[in-house]
């Protein structure tokens, strides 16, 4: 009887605590609010037309690779309250028709702007059409849409895709020059972004008009790697197994060189700038250009992430009533173990 009773008083002291947590809870969410900590989590869902601000709806196309986390994170810094803004945020999974489904919404929700990063370059006149009848001025981030018509889009902040391909194949030229090796043989593997992504179609393009030119660069394959790590690790060990001798490897993003990497040194061999494998990456994110610094990624063409505030330019200027040009690049370098010094590693946000 003792034991019981002991048992029924500390779970009526538990239920107490219990209580007085939650409330403590409710009482700092409560503060939180009042402080306006949570200013930039809109407070309610966006009604048609009633807010001050310039609302702006973004269709993000996925969460693919630590180049797109940066990049969202660059939409959500900019389009703040405190900037003016009224953002309505999606994320379509690495899907078109997710985001042709947002870009409706948006225009349902009659937002002042849609900003988007199109997964692939083609089937996007219908929507754009939906929107241009809407009055929806859109604005393209990061990739590019292949229109009929390009009044659908009233520019796209970008990076110069074919340039940053350009840069690769420029950089292998100086480096077998510089090891003597120009005219031999060189064994070369490719692992391409989403297929039909303008990144992916520009860096491609970009890579073979330096690499036409070079008869002894023979290009043994060429694949899809999605952008992701695991997806160019498992491509990777396909070649690995298919061709004996791969003397350079380049990969259009940073995600699918970590696991190119990974798939190389799991076949014994080894990379880099005293490597087995020269190896050509584009994104210049932390992490790669750390291995930039280590001697393990040879070089890292930059793309750069943050195009948030590239956007809201623009979306000023609309604002003011001032003309737009059709394509805005972003600031990129091209980064190599003589130049990732540690304050380009220290400010390096993504
Ligand atoms: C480039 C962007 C690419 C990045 C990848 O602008 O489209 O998509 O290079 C990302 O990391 O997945
Ligand atoms: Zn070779």
Redesign the pocket.
């Known amino acids: 009887m003792e034991k019981k009773m002991e048992q029924s008083k500390s779970m009526h002291i538990n239920k107490i605590a219990v209580i007085l947590l939650s409330a403590l809870l409710v009482f700092m969410l409560m503060l939180g609010w009042g402080l306006g900590l949570f200013a930039d989590i809109e407070e309610e869902p966006y009604v048609n037309g009633d807010t001050d601000r310039i609302v702006v709806g973004v269709s993000q196309l996925g969460s693919?690779?630590r180049?797109?986390t940066a990049n969202t994170e660059s939409v959500q810094n900019t389009f703040t309250q405190k900037n003016g803004y009224f953002l309505i945020f999606n994320n379509a999974r690495q899907k078109q028709e997710n985001q042709i489904k947002a870009l409706r919404s948006f225009i349902s929700q009659r937002v002042d702007y849609i900003v988007f990063s199109p997964v692939v370059e083609t089937g996007w006149d219908t929507v754009l059409q939906e929107a241009k009848e809407a009055g929806i001025p859109v604005i393209l981030m990061?990739?590019n849409v292949d229109v009929e018509d390009d009044s659908l889009y009233v520019t796209c902040v970008?990076?110069d895709f074919v340039k940053e391909g350009e840069q690769a194949g420029y950089w292998l030229e100086k480096e077998l020059k510089k090891r003597g090796a120009a005219d031999e043989d060189i064994h070369i593997v490719v692992l391409k972004?989403t297929e039909g992504?303008s990144?992916q179609i520009g860096r491609t393009e970009g890579f073979f008009s330096v690499a036409e030119d070079h008869d002894n660069w023979i290009v043994l394959g060429q694949e899809y790697a999605d952008?992701t790590s695991a997806k160019g690790r498992e491509v990777m060990e396909g070649m690995l197994r298919r061709y004996r001798d791969i003397d350079v490897v380049v990969s259009q993003?940073d995600?699918m060189t970590f696991g190119a990497i990974e798939a190389i040194r799991e076949s014994g061999r080894t990379v880099g700038v005293d490597g087995d494998i020269i190896v050509i990456s584009?994104?210049g994110t932390h992490d790669a250009l750390t291995m930039v610094a280590d001697g393990m990624i040879n070089v890292d063409i930059e793309?750069n992430p943050n195009q948030g505030e590239y956007v809201s330019d623009v979306i000023e200027s609309l604002e003011n009533g001032m003309e737009v040009e059709k394509q805005y690049y972003v600031d990129e370098n091209v980064f190599t173990i003589d130049n990732v010094t540690k304050d380009v590693l220290s400010q390096r946000n993504y």
Do not use: A, K, L, T
């Open positions: 693919e690779s180049w797109r990061d990739r970008g990076s972004g992504s990144s952008f993003n995600d584009v994104d793309c």
